[in-house]
């Protein structure tokens, strides 16, 4: 029982001195910390893209930030099933995101199939991550005519 007592009696003791500490401190120091430990929260700037067309088609915030994208919507007008491949671009010297002059491709990639006149949805609870090649942050999609690309994401 005494063991028991000391160790709420100490629980206590830190607690006070906890509450005692964060009372030293400015509000702004407390903001400051605040913002370091609970900024865990949606990005402020979100990002939208479509593209309509065939061959290599780009979209993203290119320079400005690295693209998280958390949905991709393809949609197929064609009479028959067509494959896409997804894959962050490098392009040649001097082409920004929205260019389709495309010569080489990085991670994450992969391949959706599309059925013939269906919508495909596909949805990232944790955004995929197209990170700068050089400096440019964009995702490329290669294959696939009369196809309605969108992507949905945020930029950080």
């Known amino acids: 029982m005494t063991q028991q007592f000391w160790k709420l009696g100490s629980m206590a003791t830190i607690g006070i001195g906890l509450v005692a500490a964060s009372a030293a401190f400015a509000p702004g120091a407390v903001a400051a910390i605040k913002a370091a430990f609970v900024e865990q929260v949606l990005?402020?700037?979100p990002f939208q893209g479509s593209?309509?067309?065939?061959g290599y088609r780009t979209l993203g915030p290119g320079a400005s930030g690295t693209l998280g994208v958390t949905a991709?919507?393809?949609t197929n007008f064609c009479g028959s099933s067509q494959s896409v491949f997804v894959f962050a671009p490098v392009f040649a010297g001097g082409q920004v995101c929205g260019s389709n002059v495309?010569?080489?491709g990085g991670y994450p990639r992969f391949y959706v199939l599309v059925p013939?006149?269906?919508t495909v949805h596909l949805t990232y609870p944790s955004p995929l991550v197209y990170p700068g090649i050089s400096g440019q942050s964009c995702v490329a999609f290669s294959g696939g005519d009369n196809?309605?690309?969108s992507v949905n994401g945020f930029i950080n």
Do not use: E, F, N, Y
């Open 116 to 118: 013939a006149g269906q």
């Open 147 to 149: 196809l309605d690309i």
């Open 72 to 74: 991709i919507t393809l």
């Open 102 to 104: 495309v010569i080489g």
């Open 51 to 54: 593209v309509v067309g065939s």
């Open 43 to 45: 990005p402020s700037r």
